[in-house]
């Protein structure tokens, strides 16, 4: 597999499905990523400013190649409520090679 068409998979956590529903949309329309995963129903205990919060949210499981996920992680920022969300990215390292190929097909923009 070249550098070019290295996969990633990146977690990104968005308020309620209905949010995560409309950036997975989106993204995806983009060709930006392949597939979205949305998993409702998480719990996140984390600190924010200076406080504890415990809030319900929903994971977005990403998959897309690495070579885009500077411009995945500005476009998230930009249609994101948070004002700092999660966009965490970790490389694929295996996988059933004609999945990871699909990936690099459906997010080819060039």
Do not use: F
């Amino acid at each position: 597999m070249s550098d070019r068409n290295k996969v990633v998979l990146i977690l990104v956590t968005a308020p309620d499905v209905q949010v995560a529903e409309g950036l997975a949309r989106r993204l995806v329309e983009e060709r930006l990523v392949a597939c979205v995963n949305i998993l409702p129903g998480l719990r996140s205990i984390y600190r924010w400013q200076g406080e504890v919060e415990d809030s319900a949210e929903a994971l977005l499981l990403l998959k897309a190649r690495r070579v885009d996920v500077p411009e995945i992680s500005e476009r998230v920022r930009a249609l994101h409520p948070y004002q700092t969300p999660e966009v965490i990215a970790t490389e694929i390292v295996d996988g059933l090679a004609d999945y990871l190929d699909w990936i690099g097909a459906e997010t080819e923009r060039e």
